[in-house]
């Protein structure tokens, strides 16, 4: 029996066949000779379900398979393998129907009418969808009102910046009133007051029209401001599914102590080092007389860390800093954690 999901996939995969070239002429006319190809799974077996309303946040380093889940739920890309249903449609299969229900916006690109007024881009997709002149009058309102396009509604695309050209921008993918809105790095390269507008418009037509969301975004206001749920892919597969702020409770086990010194110790850090070498910890100095021990929580308590500080070098004080929601993702999308090391380290 269908659930009442609006977005739903069952092991969702897609595989790219690419070539790989040796570096060089000598490579190139090899490769013209005798290609090599590598396949590369982009998306592997991703089963997951959004409900109407939800506001999902999808996450992952460069090259996780963001881009080819969003392609694949907007109908761009034809499965490999696995199923893909949105508003109880196959996308691929009907890419035109689809469309009616869905609405993208990609922060780098535009999908209004360069050359002429907003007002005109708004109006031709209002055609296009064959919204009705009593919706379209509200949908307008609401873009004057909460977006501020009243002034720029005259204006061509080409003469707006960024910001307001995101926000007409955003203002374009609402008018057929979308069931579920893709946001690609919505606010890429706006200032704050333009992220903030954004973001209340989002949240409005969410609490008006029961909007579903799905951000892909390395802004980490917007997944905490717009998101309650989070999912985390890595390499093409989900390793987090589940509320924004118990990130912490799954990935949050690297802990840090910052210490400082009561006296000068010249080899403190290697001091340091020797006594925590058990538990494999990470010593830094960021500044003289400073030092930062980065451990992981599952395989020592910061009480035990702290015993073993204090009988190597004289401590005159220390901060025990746990690892907030904020900084795991930053590190994961900097390829500094990745799920391997989810696993206690031996
Ligand atoms: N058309 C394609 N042909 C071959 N390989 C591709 C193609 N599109 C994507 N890939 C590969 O699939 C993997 C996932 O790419 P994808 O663009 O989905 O990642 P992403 O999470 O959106 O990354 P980013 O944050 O950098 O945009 C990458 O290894 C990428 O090189």
Redesign the pocket.
Known sequence: MPGTEIVRTDELT?V???AVKPPGLAGAARHLFRPRYET????DRISLRIEPGESVAYV????????????LLTGILVPSSGTVSVCGLRPHHDRQRNARNISVVFGQRTQLWWDIPVAESLRLLGDIYQVPAAEFRATMADLVDVLDLGPLLTVPARQLSLGQRMRCDLGAALVHRPEVLFLDEPTIGLDVAVKARLREFIRLMQDRHGLTVLL?S?DLGDIEELCRRMIM?DR?KIVYDGPYNEITARFGWEKKIAVTLSEEVPDAEVRIGAALARIGAAVTSPDPGTYEVSFDGRRATPGEVIRELTGAVPVNDLTIEETSAETIIRRLYEGELTFDTDEPRS
């Open positions: 897609r790219f066949r690419r590369v799974t982009a998306v992952g380093p460069n090259g996780a398979g963001k881009s080819t889940t969003i392609k892909t390395h892919i093409g």
